[in-house]
């Protein structure tokens, strides 16, 4: 069974950083593509930013500049290093893996990120 887990959230004054990982178990990590996904209070999951097996890269329009997003592909490991947080990046942030950005296969179980003074 597919095992994706999150890490890396937390608390943080606005301005500040974090680093989310991603990490998959069980699959052939090099042919996924990895999403992170965001929901804040009641508002729908959100895509902020994406890897592809070859190493593509994109993101939301809010988050080019603040967001990177990055594979180690060894590690079975993506991460999305996050800077100049804002309050309304306040959300559960989520991993998505599967072949496509947009066709998902498998979801981790989320991490609190709250941006606040």
Not at 17 to 36: D, E
Request: glycine fraction near 12%; aromatic fraction near 12%; include cysteine.
């Amino acid at each position: 069974q597919v095992h994706v887990v999150e890490s890396g959230g937390g608390w943080v004054q606005p301005g500040g950083s974090l680093r989310l990982s991603c990490a998959a178990s069980r699959l052939i990590f090099s042919l996924y593509t990895i999403g992170w996904h965001r929901q804040a209070p009641g508002k729908q999951r959100e895509l902020v930013a994406f890897i592809s097996s070859t190493g593509t890269t994109g993101y939301e329009n809010s988050e080019k500049g603040r967001f990177t997003v990055s594979r180690d592909n060894a590690q079975n490991t993506v991460y999305l290093q996050m800077s100049s947080l804002k309050p309304e990046d306040t959300a559960v942030y989520y991993c998505a893996v599967g072949y496509e950005v947009d066709n998902i296969d498998y979801w981790g179980q989320g991490t609190q990120v709250t941006v606040s003074s």
